[in-house]
């Protein structure tokens, strides 16, 4: 006997997104596989997104929420479904045929050990035009692989995983705490962390996903919480000190992830200095120090190397 089809929820937080909004959700529903339901979170839109999600009629649940960002929204909709699973898709992106189908047989043929199971991303060109595996260097067996521990993948300079791609036991989703909701561009890298670090973790071969660039709300994480912002290192900082409370972390994990710490407020230095902050410059570069000499001292024999011999 085979085993049951595993009830997979879509999740879509959504604002102000009416232009992107219905594409979103007939790539769900037009799954080989379709989800077991489809659960739209509106996040407080001003403009006519509600609308366009209620139109589905019974296929889709509406929910909406005063505006709580991104991750509430994520986390709302994974209260609200039903299902065992939650697949999580962004409202301005849209998956790719076979996507559902494929993490379910992966589910069912991993007996659903797993915790999390992803996909491969692709980028539109203006977003680098690549694959995100091709990007980070990851590769895999098909169909599927899982790993009883998946802490190397989560390690990767550039994790191979993304929240449009990924598909979570909804149990163990909601039992670490889900997204981090003060965290706005460094939600996802925080979730990944907690999912794998010492659990087992499935890449489920094809790319799952295509991320767009045609949404013109100004709604963008990456656009108002990039690498150009000082709070995407603040949250880089708090990112890197939660990680490392955990006393499950392996030794040299714990010295890598010290030394992305320094790396994060050598930046928080850099930003205070050009504000004429010297005092906080001053901690951060005491904090860097402590937390990884080695970070410091590559630092400096860079600056030298560029200012060569005096």
């Given amino acids: 006997m085979s085993p049951p089809e595993p009830r997979i929820s879509a999740v879509i937080p959504a604002y102000n997104r009416e232009k992107t909004i219905e594409r979103a959700i007939r790539s769900a529903l037009d799954q080989a596989v379709p989800p077991f339901e489809v659960v739209v979170v509106d996040d407080g839109s001003s403009d006519g997104t509600p609308d366009r999600v209620a ?27 039903r299902g065992e699973w939650i697949a999580f898709l962004d409202s301005d992106d849209y998956w790719l045929e076979g996507h559902l189908e494929r993490a379910a047989r992966a589910i069912r043929e991993t007996g659903g050990r797993a915790s999390l199971y992803f996909a491969d991303t692709d980028f539109a060109p203006s977003l680098g035009g690549k694959p995100l595996w091709t990007l980070a260097g990851f590769s895999i067996r098909p169909p599927h692989e899982i790993v009883e521990d998946a802490a190397e993948w989560a390690m990767m300079a550039f994790q191979p995983m993304m929240l449009q791609t990924s598909v979570f036991r909804r149990e163990t989703f909601l039992a670490l705490g889900g997204l981090r909701e003060d965290l706005r561009s460094r939600h996802d890298t925080h979730l990944f962390f907690a999912a794998c670090l010492g659990r087992p973790a499935c890449a489920v071969a094809g790319i799952g996903a295509r991320m767009t660039d045609d949404d013109a709300s100004g709604a963008r994480v990456t656009a108002t919480h990039g690498t150009h912002t000082v709070r995407y290192w603040e949250e880089t900082e708090i990112l890197y000190r939660d990680i490392l409370a955990k006393p499950s972390l392996r030794a040299r994990h714990r010295r890598e992830l010290r030394y992305r710490l320094a790396s994060a407020e050598l930046h928080l230095a850099r930003f205070a200095r050009t504000s004429g902050e010297s005092a906080a410059a001053a901690r951060y570069l005491l904090r860097a120090v402590r937390h990884s000499p080695r970070r410091i001292g590559e630092g400096l024999l860079r600056r030298l190397s560029r200012e060569g011999p005096g």
Avoid: C, I, K, Y
């Fill in 55 to 81: 139109a589905f009629g019974d296929p889709v649940v509406l929910v909406r929420q005063e505006q709580g960002g991104a991750s509430a929204s994520r986390n709302r909709g994974a209260r609200e479904a």
